[in-house]
């Protein structure tokens, strides 16, 4: 079984950083795709950033291009989410999933696990 851990969330005012990790353990981390989705209140799951198994190709929303930065690290079986520049509209769960596959993908249907999110405030 494969599990997603995400931790670094918090309250951070608007300008400020945060990093996420999402250690995952139970799978074949290095040759999956990662993504990071967000989830705001009243709203559906959206895309925020993905990367290939090994690197190499990332795809990120419009919305946090320039800000955001995704990485892994595939010999602690991690991928990090950076974020810069937070703004309030940046406030929700985020979400770290699992890849079906090698390459990135915008979809929630291409990635079969998922974790349990961690919340992210920004205060303006």
């Known amino acids: 079984q494969v599990q997603l851990v995400e931790s670094g969330g918090g309250l951070v005012q608007a300008g400020g950083s945060l990093r996420l990790s999402c250690a995952v353990s139970?799978?074949?981390?290095?040759?999956?795709?990662m993504g990071w989705f967000r989830q705001a209140p009243g709203k559906e799951r959206e895309f925020v950033q993905s990367?290939?198994?090994?690197?190499?190709?990332?795809d990120y929303a419009d919305s946090v291009k320039g800000r955001f930065t995704i990485s892994r690290d595939n010999a602690k079986n991690t991928v990090y989410l950076q974020m810069n520049s937070l703004k309030p509209e940046d406030a929700a769960v985020y979400y770290c999933?699992?890849?079906?596959?090698?390459?990135?993908?915008?979809?929630?249907?291409?990635?079969?696990?998922w974790g349990q999110g961690t919340q992210v405030t920004v205060s303006s």
């Open positions: 990367i290939s198994w090994s690197g190499g190709s990332t």
């Open positions: 999933a699992n890849g079906r596959g090698i390459r990135i993908s915008r979809f929630t249907y291409d990635y079969d696990y």
């Open positions: 139970g799978g074949t981390f290095s040759s999956r795709a």
